[in-house]
């Protein structure tokens, strides 16, 4: 039997092609996963094009440094040359990663009038800076209260570690959870630094009165989380597998040859192709289900849709 849009058996485009309005509703776990593939899938080429120019700085930073190798040690941290083209990569990253967000929004919205590639770049490039700051300087929170964590154990040996420790762990998942759509609320609410942080953890905190006991925006980010988790475990299954059997190259360690050091990144460049696209689509229709669940945003996004002509 052919499948919907299809008449050679195949899905069709059309297939994919979300009706007006189909993801501007209530939604279980489950239903939000599939959106977000519906989402992904209506437009590959567009997505993954942005995926694509999201990893190509990374791949082009690895590059760079596996064909002008720095000084021993330079791959852990010890250049600052690796540390400044590591850095520049990651702003440039977020161009793209800031565009997809756009453009999810606009089919969440308009899935008959999709943005294209250049226009969603030219959208986001106003809020960039916010964008790549805010995330930067939630991460630097995270990560360094994670550090502290786990290096810290020096400043307070013993049965003491454990009170401090254990706080900071848990004060640590909390702004990481918290502060999980801020790309989204940056983007879409145009709001300061400061106020988006407090906005997406506003967001977060709430419960969903639903169809299923314990559902909350946490339950769902886990589950969002779950597809770009498995791909870099995937990727670093691949990676050291091969590793491995190349001459100096053990487990957990990676030789730094030249040419595995490219290989490495070739893996990578695939595998953020695929994991960026599909993270921020879901970080998108997640935000849009807080909003619904807290704000009755679904009304205010059919009013949208229906202002912009009929089915859009």
Known sequence: MSAPGSETGQPGRAHFDPPAHAHVRLSTPVELLDRAFAVLMS?????FGLGALGALPGLAATTVLALSPPAAGA?????????????LAWVLEQWPLA????CA?????LPRRPLPIWVAMQGALPRLAAFASTRMLSWIVV???LLFVF?????????LWVLVAIPAALMAAYLAVGWALLS???MIERLSLVRALQRSAELMRQKFASRGSGDSPFIRL???LLFPLALIALEQGVVHSVGFFLPGGSLPEIPLRRDFLLFAAAVSFVGKMIREPWTFIALVMLYAECRMRREAFDLRLRLIGDGEGGEA
């Open 151 to 159: 290096t810290g154990g020096g400043l307070a040996p013993g049965g």
């Open 99 to 102: 565009a997809i967000v756009l």
């Open 43 to 47: 437009r590959p080429a567009l997505f």
């Open 222 to 224: 886990l589950l969002i």
């Open 143 to 145: 990560l360094g209260m």
């Open 184 to 186: 989204p609320v940056i």
């Open 75 to 87: 791959y852990a941290g010890g250049d600052s040359r690796f540390a400044l083209v590591t850095i």
């Open 105 to 109: 929004f606009q089919i969440l919205v």
